[in-house]
């Protein structure tokens, strides 16, 4: 008899525990706001900046009362930028019952969580993932992101490549990754379509111990302007690389270059190199604000998307704060009717999902900063 | 006098451990301001932490070799036993059945979902097992098989609209036969050697598969791979999830049947031997590359498979999800559980797998853990977890 | 009587180095024949060059097993084996990680022919074949004495046992003749004995042919049919027992020059 | 112009290659002497590139003059790999000296992460910007759009480096007991050689190289990221096995040949596929020669 009770104790808690697992529908204590990223492995330094801003938005919020009179609440979930790890981060998150989601940050592990989240009934916003389709494919109504998707940088680097650039051949390299090809491609299309030549097309390996055959190469086709598809740290290596074997070529990059830690690690070689990213907000009070809260408690300037992260968990729980209840349909009508002030400026979002209000320009590392160019 | 020179030797682990981490673990320059900041605290911590472990450290070791002093046996150890003594395997075996049954519906949608990660990984533990554990292939380029098979689904579906059923099979063919055209050059090589044609040709597949945009899609990868049809029902995902795990736990099972089946006939019997002494074996009448290539075309086959599942699983595939560490993970589950040897290489996989899930809730320090797990297990336990044990037969005479 | 084995002007080089030098040895049905000579004197050389692990040089190695010869130099180890010529190792190379039985059973690898798909399924063809192979092994086991260790791992066997069990596993291939290196290394007298009574059995029982590397005299004279004496790579003396114990050449070539002064 | 492609290219392999070579000696070194394919030795190159960095940068910021840095900062880096190597021999490696090979490969993997993520949580998952060590030389200016000045410190070291190791191995006791270890650890042992010692030294040795090597990629890729020890430590590992593992020239030809590969391939091919053609490069060498170029292909004795 003895035996039974044990029995049914533990299968009590067993199926409590499995309900409890399963169980959004308890009315929550706190507000969830899920990030799930790459906290780990080789593309960790994209994801974390996220959760140091989403960290810093809850401290903040929460500080003033938390959303709708409820903490907020960060789940944080580490997919190291893998389709199956995002699945499974996914249904993790899903599972612990969050709220909204704000990731993921690579656009192949966004588009292996969005399934889940869109079955689930769950708004996700990115930071950082580019890809045009994500939003222009109209698949994923619960998808919104605080970036500009790659066609739109692709599409001003034409611009300012062929009305002040003058430039008539050009070189495009990219990483071989899913955000750098991706870029690259968008900026072959784009230039052929302007009429300028691109001589050259072509990846190299991230993480290679040295890129001169490659910079030889593009010195060897005489192109007048390099554009890069990827992130800073390949970059800011082959430019160091180019200008210390005394090429002059120009370069320009997309928002995976304008980032200021470009700017330090290439350091004086990084002068006079293009990129297109979000509009100025070094002027922006909020923009200045949330660099510092990162600076007091990290004691180090934020990192890649930390302005687009900060501005996407402000959006998502201004939207939830908005609806009065983390009701799916609700969010996202306060998402694209409401605009909210970010440090990326007053924002909202279009029918696809993207972030209206956020303009793009080109830049160019002045006396180490990038200055936007008129 | 021993207790303290016990004492004395962890005083000097900590001294040194306390200098090893200095300038990682203390030192930290702050990029805004310029200063340095002097984290002593951090090698307090080190300090005190290294100095009880190396106690703790020195007592595991010293009662290990207590413990290895015996000569090797081929005793069974407590699972074998188990699983070998008809009373105990049955009912086991039926609780384990019917927990498998109700999982899904016990436990959420997430932990369907990891398990079905954890299944594919104990299908893929078992097929590398035939290359490593069996035939003593170092194969460190598995996933390239993997990968194989998954893109082999993704692209049949896309072009040609074949379902998951059609595409399963096929899969695994297609992966053979690669592990047949991988095989054929390297029947050569030997332990090491071989080990890094793997991973170069497990890096090669990866490479073109993120290259050659044309034919598969390059890093964007392929999405909106459907799940396994039921029937043609409409299944909600969650459903569809469960049906998956199903379906995987079946394929689970015929694997463990088949890979059972093998290494005790003549096929098996013949790896092992190639695995043991290549010249005596061929001394025995054994043809090596005949051998060799079975191996790796079966190994081959069911990473096919694993791949088709992956894909389903998934629905959307890039290459990134190929590297070299998935190889080394798969390996890792094959070593960790025990060569040779079923319920280790499924123990091992269920582990390998399921720890860094449930160890999200260390958050940061997931895979710091991780990587300490593995280098205990193979310090204290370098067999794996589960020894292979052979086949015993009896005579009435 | 036609040979069963007949090498003709074997040749071997190593880099510069000839290990076998012209060598013609044949072996005649049903006789058990030893091959003997000083520490590297091409002995094992010889049997790897016969067996496949080496290929040759230069000349021809025959065999004829139901008096139709062949030649077998330059062939794999594997088809070597298939075609009846079977060996056991001066360096133990057992099966260490499977039982002894198993080992034995991996002899039996080229009289069966299950394949992948008969494994899986275990046809009835399989079962029928793994049933007799066990029963075949065992039978061996029992030949040669090692039947109580059937399930133990061959690694934790006794020195002694380990030798006889490579004389079984080489017996399962279904040999016309037996490849035996230093049979009774590292055996004590009572072990050589049963080896040497084992030996007979093998050649009167099973009517398999016998060659064997030995430096043990004693068995070498009391087994052998027919001796061949190398040195250096070259035949120096072939006979019966007596008279290669009484042939100048080979004293001289074992005990060194001093003998004579 | 063509030829002058074609020196630079030749000139860009070289320097590739060396950098290969500083890594793979360290590789082949410890797998020459214990079998061992030791997985975490990117790692060291990479924690010899963080503690110079450290250090450059707190003595920086103390003021000292930049000679007193870059010499200063080189030490710690050597000391400290050294002292990693050391540990992580006695720690993952010792242990399993008699297990099972695999098991001390997959022991290696695990302190591969350990390290990787011990470096992420103590330091930072950010790209530092490493501080270029080596000056731009002004004699060196005419022929700095061939081949950079801290290229040229990269040859020119990995010469010197390549030429100690020589003498070390070749002329020295400790060089004997070394070779004596690898050839057979049984009787080096009674020969009363201190097989424990001798391995414990091969690891400082391999480990110091390393971080040489660290700190002259980071200084002249001017970055670094707890992440770089991973592929750089595949493709000296790849290098390795090219020249013949356990073979100290072997190491050094196989970088160089590995070094010449991608550069060439990626000169007058693409670069697309660069890393699929060395791959191509090492399966086709391996297949006509099973133990590398300068391997010896050991005949087992039967």
Redesign the interface.
């Known amino acids: 008899m003895k035996k039974m009770g044990k029995l049914f104790a533990v299968l009590s808690t067993l199926l409590f525990t499995s309900v409890a697992l399963t169980g959004s529908c308890f009315a929550a204590e706190t507000i969830k706001l899920g990030v799930p990223g790459a906290h780990s492995g080789d593309l960790a330094s994209y994801g974390l900046p996220t959760v140091k801003a989403a960290e810093l938005v809850v401290k903040k919020i929460n500080a003033n009362g938390g959303v709708l009179g409820k903490q907020v609440e960060l789940l944080v979930e580490d997919d190291v930028c893998k389709p199956e790890v995002a699945g499974n981060s996914a249904t993790k998150l899903v599972s612990d019952g969050a709220d909204v989601i704000l990731g993921h940050i690579c656009s192949g592990a966004t588009k292996a969580g969005l399934g889940f989240y869109k079955d689930a009934k769950i708004v996700a916003m990115s930071p950082s993932a580019t890809t045009p389709d994500l939003t222009l494919s109209g698949e994923y109504p619960n998808f919104f992101r605080t970036i500009a998707h790659d066609a739109v940088q692709a599409k001003l680097q034409v611009k300012f490549a062929t009305e002040v650039l003058h430039v008539k051949k050009i070189a495009v390299l990219h990483d071989k990754g899913d955000y750098g090809k991706g870029q690259a491609e968008l900026a072959r299309k784009y230039f052929t379509e302007a009429g300028i030549e691109v001589v050259l097309f072509e990846g190299v390996t991230p993480g290679a111990v040295d890129y001169s055959a490659i910079v030889t190469k593009v010195r060897r086709f005489k192109p007048d302007l390099v554009v890069w598809g990827g992130y800073h740290p390949e970059a800011s290596k082959i430019v160091s690389l180019m200008r210390k074997k005394r090429m002059k070529t120009a370069f320009i990059g997309g928002d995976g270059v304008k980032d200021d830690t470009f700017i330090k690690v290439a350091g004086k070689y990084a002068e006079g190199v293009y990129a297109t990213g979000p509009m100025d907000i070094s002027k922006n009070p909020l923009a200045i604000q949330a660099k510092k809260e990162h600076q007091d408690a990290y004691g180090s300037d934020p990192g890649a998307f930390f302005d687009a992260a900060y501005s996407a968990a402000l959006a998502l729980l201004n939207a939830v704060d908005k609806a009065g209840s983390t009701d799916y349909d609700a969010i996202i009508k306060v998402l694209h009717t409401e605009y909210v002030d970010t440090p990326l400026g007053k924002i909202s979002f279009d029918e696809n999902g993207d972030a209206t209000g956020i303009g793009f320009s080109v830049y160019r590392v002045e006396n180490g900063a990038f200055v936007e160019q008129k | 006098m021993t207790v303290n020179n016990e004492i004395k030797k962890s005083f000097l682990a900590s001294v040194?451990?306390m200098?090893?981490?200095f300038?990682?673990?203390v030192?930290?320059?702050?990029?805004?301001?310029?200063?340095?900041?002097w984290r002593w605290m951090?090698m307090v911590g080190v300090g005190v932490g290294a100095f009880f472990l190396s106690m703790l450290w020195r007592y595991l070791?010293v009662k290990?070799e207590m413990g290895g002093k015996k000569?090797?046996?081929?005793k069974p150890g407590l699972v074998q036993r188990v699983l070998g003594e008809r009373k105990f395997a049955v009912p086991a075996l039926v609780v384990l059945g019917i927990f498998t049954l109700v999982f899904p519906h016990?436990?959420?949608?997430?932990?369907t979902?990891?398990m079905i990660?954890a299944l594919i990984y104990v299908m893929l533990g078992l097929g590398l097992n035939i290359v490593?554990g069996l035939a003593g292939l170092?194969d460190l380029g598995y996933v390239a098989f993997f990968a194989v098979g998954a893109y082999s689904y993704a692209l049949l579906n896309l072009h040609y609209g074949l379902t998951f059923w059609i595409a399963l099979p096929l899969g695994g063919l297609l992966a053979g036969c690669f592990g047949l055209i991988l095989g054929y050059?390297?029947l050569?090589?030997?332990g090491?050697?071989l080990?890094?044609?793997t991973?170069?040709?497990g890096?090669?597949i990866r490479?073109?598969l993120?290259?050659w945009?044309e034919f598969s899609y390059?890093?964007?990868?392929i999405?909106n791979i459907p799940k396994p049809p039921l029937f043609g029902l409409d299944l909600?995902?969650n459903q569809k999830t469960i049906y998956l795990f199903y379906i995987l736990v079946a394929l689970v099972i015929f694997t463990i049947f088949?890979i059972n089946?093998?290494q005790d006939?003549?096929?098996?019997?013949?790896w092992?031997?190639l695995?043991?002494?290549e010249?005596?074996?061929?001394?025995?009448?054994?043809?090596?590359a005949k051998t060799k290539l079975?191996a790796f075309a079966?190994g081959a086959t069911w990473a096919g498979m694993g791949g088709v599942i992956?894909a389903a699983?998934?629905?959307?595939?890039?290459p990134?999800?190929f590297t070299?560490w998935e190889s080394?993970i798969i390996?890792?589950t094959v070593?960790?559980g025990g060569?040779?040897s079923i319920v280790g290489v499924i123990s091992g996989a269920l582990l390998l797998i399921l720890l860094p899930?449930y160890l999200?809730d260390f958050?940061?320090?997931?895979?710091?853990t991780?990587?300490?797990?593995?280098?205990?297990?193979?310090?204290f336990r370098?067999?794996?977890i589960v020894e292979?044990v052979?086949?015993?037969?009896t005579?009435k005479r | 009587m036609k040979p069963i084995l007949e090498v003709n002007n074997l040749t071997m080089d190593f880099g510069g180095l000839r290990a076998i030098d012209h060598l013609n040895i044949s072996i005649n049905k049903g006789e058990i024949a030893a091959l003997i000579g000083p520490n590297g004197a091409g002995k094992t050389t010889f049997f790897n060059c016969i067996t496949g692990i080496y290929t040759p040089t230069g000349g021809d190695v025959r065999i004829s097993r139901d008096g139709k010869p062949e030649r077998i130099n330059g062939l794999k180890p594997n088809v070597v084996t298939r075609k009846g010529l079977a060996r056991t190792f001066q360096n133990i190379r057992l099966f260490n990680s499977m039982t002894v039985l198993e080992n034995v059973m991996i002899g039996c690898h080229p009289v069966t022919k299950t394949g992948v798909l008969g494994a899986i399924f275990r046809t009835r063809a399989t079962r029928a074949e793994e049933k007799l192979i066990v029963e075949r092994s065992y039978a061996i086991l029992e030949k040669i004495g090692l039947d109580k260790y059937v399930n133990e791992l061959a690694v934790n066997l006794p020195y002694g046992a380990q030798r006889r069990l490579e004389i079984a596993r080489a017996m399962a291939t279904d040999p016309f003749l037996l490849l035996l290196d230093e049979p009774a290394a590292g055996m004590n007298p009572q072990e050589t004995l049963e080896l040497d009574e084992l030996i007979l059995k093998i050649r009167d029982e099973d009517k398999i042919s016998v060659l064997l590397i030995e430096h043990d005299m004693k068995l070498v004279m009391s087994l052998s049919d027919n001796i061949h004496v190398v040195d250096y790579g070259k035949k120096i003396a072939e006979g019966g027992p007596e008279e290669i114990r009484n042939n100048p050449v080979v004293i001289k070539a074992y005990l060194g020059e001093e003998i004579d002064a | 112009m063509d030829f002058d492609y074609f020196t630079q290219l030749f000139l860009g392999g070289l320097t590739r290659g060396s950098i290969y070579a500083l890594i793979a000696l360290g590789y082949t070194m410890v797998y020459g002497i214990i079998q061992l394919i030791n997985f975490a030795h990117g790692e060291i190159y990479m924690i010899g590139a963080f503690t110079g960095l450290i250090v450059s940068s707190v003595l920086t910021m103390m003021g000292m003059p930049a000679l007193g840095v870059v010499v200063m900062a080189a030490m710690a880096a050597v000391i400290y790999s050294s002292a990693y190597g050391y540990t992580m021999e006695k720690i993952a490696y010792k242990p399993l000296r008699n297990a099972p090979r695999l098991s001390a490969l997959i022991s290696a993997i695990g302190m591969s992460l350990f390290l990787q993520n011990y470096v992420l949580l103590a330091q930072t998952s950010d790209f530092l910007p490493f501080p270029s060590l080596i000056p731009d030389f002004e004699f060196w200016e005419p022929y700095a759009h061939m081949i950079t000045s801290p290229e040229l410190v990269i040859l020119i070291t990995t010469f010197v480096v390549m030429v100690l190791l020589t003498v070390l191995i070749k002329f020295t006791k400790i060089g004997k007991a070394m070779r004596a270890t690898s050839q057979d650890q049984v009787m080096a042992a009674l020969l009363g050689i201190n097989v424990d010692r001798i391995i414990s030294f091969t690891f400082v040795v391999g480990s110091a190289t390393a971080a040489i090597g660290g700190i002259l990629i980071a200084s002249h890729i001017g970055q670094i990221n707890f992440y770089m020890g991973f592929i750089a430590g595949i493709k000296a590992f790849v290098a390795a096995v090219l020249g013949g593992i356990g073979s100290i020239p072997g190491a050094v030809l196989g970088s160089f040949v590995l070094g010449w590969t991608e550069s060439f391939f990626t000169g007058y091919i693409s670069s697309d596929y660069e890393d699929v053609f060395a791959f191509i490069i090492l399966v086709v060498i391996l297949i006509f020669r099973p133990a590398g170029i300068l391997g010896k292909s050991e005949t087992q004795k039967v």
């Open positions: 040194w451990f200098f090893l981490t300038p990682i673990m030192i930290k320059v702050n990029t805004v301001s310029n200063t340095v900041e951090n070791l290990k000569e090797k046996t081929d016990l436990f959420s949608m997430y932990q979902n990891i990660s490593v170092l050059p390297v050569r090589l030997r090491d050697y080990a890094i044609v991973l170069g040709f890096e090669i490479l073109v993120e290259n945009n390059g890093p964007s990868g999405a909600s995902l088949v089946r093998l006939s003549r096929i098996g019997r013949a092992i031997a695995k043991d002494d010249i005596a074996c061929q001394a025995m009448g054994i043809d090596k079975r079966l992956f699983k998934t629905t959307f595939i890039n990134a999800s070299i080394v390996l890792c070593v960790l060569m040779g899930e999200r958050g940061e320090f997931r895979m710091i991780f990587g300490t797990v593995l280098v205990l297990m193979m310090v370098p067999g794996g292979n052979r086949k015993t037969y005579f």
